[in-house]
Structures are given as C-alpha cells and as structure tokens.
C-alpha cells in the first residue's frame, strides 16, 4: 500500500469538518501530504445569472436568495472557513497539508487533482439527515472513475474500530488483503478478510499466484467464510469500514455504495 499523498474533495455540507478531521488522523498515522480540494461549481455561478432560477433550502424548504452576486459572498465565506478549518486541524495533528481552490466543473476537476494522489476522501452523504441515504453527486462519481481508491466516508468521527476486506477469489484479492491489513496497521485497528463461504477456499495456493505484503500466516488467521456478503448483509456491519475492490462488483459502484450504510474504501 503506498500512501503518500491524500486528497479530501471538499463542500459546502456541515460533515466536511469531520471529513478533514478523518482524513488529517490518516495522513498523521500514515506520514502523507494532506491535499483540500475546493472546486466553486462554475453551473452554480452560470445559473446564477439568470432571474428566474431559484435556490431552495433543504432544510426549511424556504427560497434563498440566488444571484451571481449573493452566489459569490456565500463562495467566499466557505472558501475563508474551509482554509481556516484546514489550518486549524491540521497544524493540531502536526501533518503536511495545503489548500487549493479551483472554479470548474466539480466532476472534472476533482478527477484531474485524483490523478496526482494515491488516495480520495470523499463525504459520502448528499443530505446529513435523509433517508434513505444518496449520494452526493460528487461522491458517485469519483466512486465509478477514480484512478486511485476512493474512502467515501459515511459515519461518525471516530474511526471505526475494525476494517473488513471483502474478498471474491484469492487470485483477484490481493490488493483488498494488502490495503485491510495495511491500513488496519496503520491506523492500529483490528483487520478481518471475508470470503464467499462456497468458495474452495485453500490459501495455501496464494503463495505462488499471489505476492502479497503480508504474511499469508497473517491471511489465515483473519479470515473468515460468509454465505452471504450482499450489501444487505454487510449494512449490518454498519460501525466498520469495509475495503472492496470495484472489480470484483457485480453492479455499478455508486448503486453499490447506495445499498450500504458503512463507511466504504474502494479499489
């Protein structure tokens, strides 16, 4: 697992402080640069010109003001708060970080500055009290065409206390074994690997057809067989992370993500 350089996808939601604290802890443990993205929605600022769009909130269902001007003060307050907010957490955790701001296109920007880091931390859902949960329009997409895994990160702020790889074969498997146990090191957690309980599971193989950077003594001793690893299942594991390979889905990833409750790192 290399992990030198995360970068958090900021917001304008009341979970990005949490967001930056989680990410701040990983970067602390891990030793990496902490990189914030702000991208300013230039669909925002372009809808904004015209008089007849209105902007709604969702927490009053009362119409907010919604011109290119007003767009622009509530812009420049958020963009002061989450440098701020970023400072303050990150010279508290004594870690590396830096702030960038970009107007754009979120999904393209966000993707670009992806290309450059080894993992995204991204807030997972769209509205802090709606159910059933959605996520973020940014959080899909970085989920479904991320170069790199993507943490999407749905649950209190604390980190859980356990990290569960979900696994499918041994030979497609090594990168969920190698981040579980990996990051579970790093962050000082327990790690557990969960196979398909029909699988002809015999480990034994994976020492010729699967190099790994841990011990297979390690793999033997946290895994664990499962008839049934359905988002279903697993949304009852709601207080661990789960580490999954979006190879190994069988569905679209965001639709994927929808059908859990959990914090999720995709692969």
């Known amino acids: 697992m290399n992990l030198t350089k995360i970068l958090i996808a900021l917001d304008s939601s009341t979970g990005t402080t949490t967001l930056m604290k989680i990410a701040a802890e990983l970067a602390h443990k891990a030793d990496a640069e902490l990189l914030a993205l702000y991208v300013e929605d230039i669909e925002w600022f372009e809808a904004s010109k015209h008089s007849f769009t209105q902007q709604i909130s969702s927490y009053t269902g009362e119409i907010i003001p919604f011109s290119e001007q007003h767009i622009?003060?509530?812009?420049?307050?958020?963009?002061?708060?989450?440098?701020?907010?970023?400072?303050?957490?990150?010279?508290?955790?004594n870690i590396r970080y830096s702030y960038h701001e970009v107007r754009g296109v979120v999904n393209k920007e966000q993707l670009d500055a992806a290309a450059r880091v080894d993992l995204v931390v991204v807030r997972w859902a769209e509205h802090p009290?709606?159910?059933?949960?959605?996520?973020?329009?940014?959080?899909?997409?970085?989920?479904?065409?991320?170069?790199?895994?993507?943490?999407?990160?749905?649950?209190?702020s604390n980190w859980p206390q356990s990290f569960i790889g979900i696994c499918s074969t041994p030979d497609r498997s090594g990168p969920v074994i190698d981040w579980t146990v990996s990051l579970a090191d790093i962050m000082n957690r327990r790690a557990y690997l969960f196979w398909p309980a029909e699988l002809d599971l015999n480990l034994d193989d994976m020492k010729s057809n699967t190099p790994l950077s841990v011990s297979f003594e390690t793999v033997k001793k946290i895994s664990e067989r499962h008839h049934d690893l359905s988002p279903e299942e697993l949304k009852y594991y709601r207080n661990e992370l789960l580490i999954i390979s979006r190879d190994n889905l069988t569905q679209n990833p965001g639709d994927y993500l929808e059908a859990l409750t959990n914090s999720v790192l995709l692969l």
Do not use: C, F
């Open 129 to 156: 009290v709606r159910h059933p949960y959605k996520l973020s329009r940014s959080a899909r997409e970085l989920a479904e065409q991320s170069p790199v895994p993507v943490l999407v990160w749905n649950a209190g």
């Open 72 to 93: 622009t003060i509530q812009s420049k307050a958020l963009k002061r708060l989450l440098q701020t907010t970023l400072t303050d957490i990150g010279r508290l955790m």
